[in-house]
T-cell receptor, first 113, second 114 residues
Framework: GNSVTQMEGPVTLSEEAFLTINCTYT??????LFWYVQYPGEGLQLLLK?????DKGSNKGFEATYRKETTSFHLEKGSVQVSDSAVYFC????????????FGGGTRVLVKP | NAGVTQTPKFRVLKTGQSMTLLCAQD?????MYWYRQDPGMGLRLIHY???????AKGEVPDGYNVSRLKKQNFLLGLESAAPSQTSVYFC?????????????FGQGTRLTVV
């Protein structure tokens, strides 16, 4: 089956620190990969995505590269801000009936001033 | 520019009571989904729909029923609520074009069953 594994949080950082959240996946097929972000009290929003091997998704200073050889899609940001405090979800999708997203468990990130 | 709207936002039920959660989307999306979010477990798919009049089971369908009588609405029903159904419920919708289209989420419904 399909599954996504993320590092457990919470991750606590100081402002301007470097952030990495690890994500690995198993999939029966060739998935597209996504990072979603959930700010407090809100639903999930798409942060970035990559649809094929070696693609790099980027948005709001965040980046993630689709690594097929290591089945990974790690999220990075070079200098975090307090406003980046949120829960981050890695997800995969394989074109099939329902186009269903499979999510990891989420990683809570807290950035302190 | 509503996107995906869920009602209600909060609800407290007693064990054995029933209720319906409503999801409405105004983007003419084909696909709609109901997820539940529990601490440390991410989002788990309850039921989904690939178009008006269709529904299918997801990963954790037991204790829930759904209906998609109109393309824009996807209803999630709990016939006899149990404390294990205490969770935050999210609805999402997605266009049909390709597998790469973005899924849009509602703001969630926090349900407590006592």
């Amino acid at each position: 089956g399909n599954s996504v594994t993320q590092m457990e949080g919470p991750v606590t950082l100081s402002e301007e620190a470097f952030l990495t959240i690890n994500c690995t996946y198993t999939a029966t097929g060739y998935p597209s990969l996504f990072w979603y972000v959930q700010y407090p009290g809100e639903g999930l929003q798409l942060l970035l995505k990559a649809t094929k091997a070696d693609d790099k998704g980027s948005n709001k200073g965040f980046e993630a590269t689709y690594r097929k050889e290591t089945t990974s899609f790690h999220l990075e940001k070079g200098s975090v801000q307090v406003s980046d405090s949120a829960v981050y979800f890695c997800a995969l999708l394989i074109k099939a009936a329902g186009n269903k997203l499979t999510f990891g468990g989420g990683t809570r990130v807290l950035v302190k001033p | 520019n509503a996107g995906v709207t869920q009602t209600p936002k909060f609800r407290v039920l007693k064990t054995g009571q029933s209720m319906t959660l409503l999801c409405a989307q105004d983007m003419n999306h084909e696909y709609m989904y109901w997820y539940r979010q529990d601490p440390g477990m991410g989002l788990r798919l309850i039921h989904y729909s690939v178009g008006e009049g269709t529904t299918a089971k997801g990963e954790v369908p037991d204790g829930y029923n759904v209906s998609r009588l109109k393309k824009q609405n996807f209803l999630l029903g709990l016939e006899s609520a149990a404390p294990s159904q205490t969770s935050v419920y999210f609805c999402a919708s997605k266009g049909k074009v390709t597998q790469n289209t973005e899924a849009f989420f509602g703001q969630g419904t926090r349900l407590t069953v006592v």
